[in-house]
């Protein structure tokens, strides 16, 4: 007779009664449940699988959609898949890197023996419908990893080959569409015909892989031009190229050939030219009075901040810093979000007629009173402390409104120098799984929210989707409103992160849903050779996050 499994539906509360070694396709069949789009993955006991897991004891199974950051991931893997086979079917020897998240889609870099042209963007999306339309299964196969990198060796997938040999494990999975193989960081959906939604278009001088909308997956994204975003990404690859570091498999393979001091130092360098770069543009422009640094959580704002001051001084210009927490309303006169809990967030939270008036007092040379916050009685009030700005004098202010145009509405343009800065990751795992941006910030804020504040990492990931959602819409939309952007991240980062954040990741417990990502996240961090923080320098924006800089926080 054969043995029946009991798994709990948390989508129902029902139990269901399945056998044995199913998949989760024939268990969300049997659970007979109704989704308002079809489910593509599912937390199984607190860790996502896909829909070709097999269950061999009784389990909490939660299926969840393509709203669902989980589903996305899902099916944006199955969709860069399909991109991939639909240009090996097209070209002989060509190469595919899925390389940069811009205008809510992904650029995709190809070498096709020739320029990409929209003939060619046109052939190889009608290719990825076809294979779509044909409904083909996609195999999830498990091998060991010599086997998978003798057979990605014949391939000639060699980004694939460096990552598999530096990962460490015994085993790896692929996958199958008609004959075609590939190997994916996580689950895929279980057949092309899964893929509803998507966009491909000439983009530069490569494409755009164009997504739902993570709010209407009817609908694609909104296609936002990101030209000074994209720009950033490019030197960004310009600078790895010299230093042949493209991908983790590049990176582990430096660390142990004894490289990491020599990348630390190069990757410090860069940054810190960068930084001077900017503050030689500040002193070059006559008339600016007023610096604005913005960016997302955990992208380094402060530390940014306090090194262009100094390379300001180099330039003779004097910095001032004034906070736009001070500037915050009285508590009860603070927005409300949809929750009905003050949105500290939200601009309109901060008195703009008063932040807006005595710029331009400062500028007219006059002096002010600067206000206070009190954060324990909610209350502004007067501090105290008066500032005049001398001519060699400029503001320098930082927060997640300051490219926001209506924080400064009264203030003249040609008095304000507006930067960008966030963590842009741009080493891809191999040349076909991209790492997302959003990892690196969430693991900086993990370690950063534990060594400062006492946070756990349960309660880090818990609140980073409405920390994500506030990015959404206070940050992102005006990022392109920057005169400069300025990427914090550095190539080695994540070999260092590695050692603080694992320990944290390890202490999430497995009966809460913060799990599944605690989980996510440290098997990501297991394809990364560790490096230690003690080849950090002292001023490097790292420490803001894991301690043991020079700059006073």
């Known amino acids: 007779m ?51 897991y097999r269950v061999y004891r009784n389990r909490q199974v939660e299926f969840l959609d393509i709203t669902s950051p989980s589903g996305r991931r899902v099916y944006t893997r199955s969709l860069f898949f399909v991109l991939c086979k639909a240009v090996h079917d097209l070209y002989t020897h060509c190469k595919v890197a899925i390389d940069i998240p811009v205008s809510n889609g992904y650029y995709v870099d190809l070498d096709i023996g020739h320029p990409v042209t929209l003939d060619d963007a046109g052939r190889i999306r009608k290719r990825m419908q076809e294979i779509i339309d044909a409904d083909y299964p996609i195999h999830r196969y498990e091998t060991t990893t010599q086997e998978a990198i003798r057979m990605f060796n014949i391939l000639h997938t060699f980004s ?36 509803h939604l998507f966009g491909l278009e000439k983009y ?11 709010e209407h997956p009817t609908e ?23 230093l042949g570091m493209r991908t983790i498999g590049d990176l582990n393979d430096a660390i142990a050939k004894g490289y990491s001091a020599q990348l630390i130092q190069i990757s410090e ?69 949809a929750s009905g809990d003050y949105d500290y967030e939200n601009l309109h939270a901060l008195n ?68 960008y800065a966030s963590a842009l990751t741009t080493l891809l795992l191999d040349n076909h799984n991209y790492v997302p941006t959003t990892d690196n910030r969430l ?48 190539l080695f980062e994540l070999a260092v992160i590695k050692r603080q954040a694992e320990p944290l990741l390890e202490q999430v417990p497995e009966n809460c849903v913060e799990y599944a990502e605690a989980y996510r996240l440290l098997k990501f961090l297991k394809y990364i050779r560790p490096i230690p923080e003690d080849q950090i320098p002292p001023t490097s924006l790292l420490r803001e996050f894991l301690g043991g800089s020079s700059f006073e926080y």
């Open 269 to 337: 360098a860069l940054q810190e030219k960068k930084i001077s770069q900017i503050a030689d543009d500040i002193a070059r422009r006559k008339g600016i009075r007023l610096v604005l640094i913005a960016g997302p959580s955990s992208s380094g704002k402060t530390t940014t901040c306090k090194r262009l001051s100094v390379q300001l001084a180099v330039n003779g210009i004097r910095p001032l810093n004034i906070s736009l927490d001070d500037y915050f309303v009285d508590r009860e006169n603070t927005p409300r979000d």
């Open 443 to 490: 693991l900086r804020r993990i370690v950063r929210d534990h060594k400062y504040r006492g946070v756990s990492a349960v309660d880090t990931i818990r609140r980073w989707p409405s920390v994500r959602a506030g990015e959404n819409k206070w940050i992102f939309p005006f990022q392109e409103n920057a005169d400069q952007m300025f990427n914090t991240a550095m």
């Open 220 to 242: 694609l994204g909104e296609l936002v031009m990101q030209d000074k975003m994209f720009a950033i990404f490019k030197e960004h690859h310009r600078w790895q190229d010299i």
């Open 2 to 52: 054969e043995q029946q499994l009991t798994i709990h539906c948390l989508n129902t509360g029902k139990d269901v009664k399945v056998p044995m070694g199913c998949t989760l396709m024939e268990v969300l069949q049997e659970a007979n449940l109704s989704m308002p789009y079809e489910a593509v993955c599912a937390r199984v006991n607190n860790k996502v699988e896909g829909m070709h």
């Open 352 to 419: 703009l007629e008063l932040f807006n008036e005595q710029l331009n007092a400062l500028f007219r040379g006059e002096e002010v009173e600067l206000p206070r916050y009190d954060f324990p009685t909610g209350r502004s009030m007067m501090s105290g402390k008066h500032l005049q700005l001398p001519d060699n004098a400029v503001l320098v202010v930082e927060g997640i409104h300051a490219l926001n145009p209506e924080l400064t509405s009264q203030v003249p343009s040609e008095n304000i120098y507006r930067v």
């Open 204 to 214: 530069y001088d490569g494409l755009l892989l164009r997504l739902p909308s993570p």
């Open 160 to 195: 694939k080959v460096k990552l598999l040999q530096s990962s460490g494990s015994l085993y790896t999975t692929y996958y199958d569409i008609d004959g075609y193989l590939d190997y994916y960081y996580g689950a895929l959906l279980t057949r092309t015909s899964q893929i």
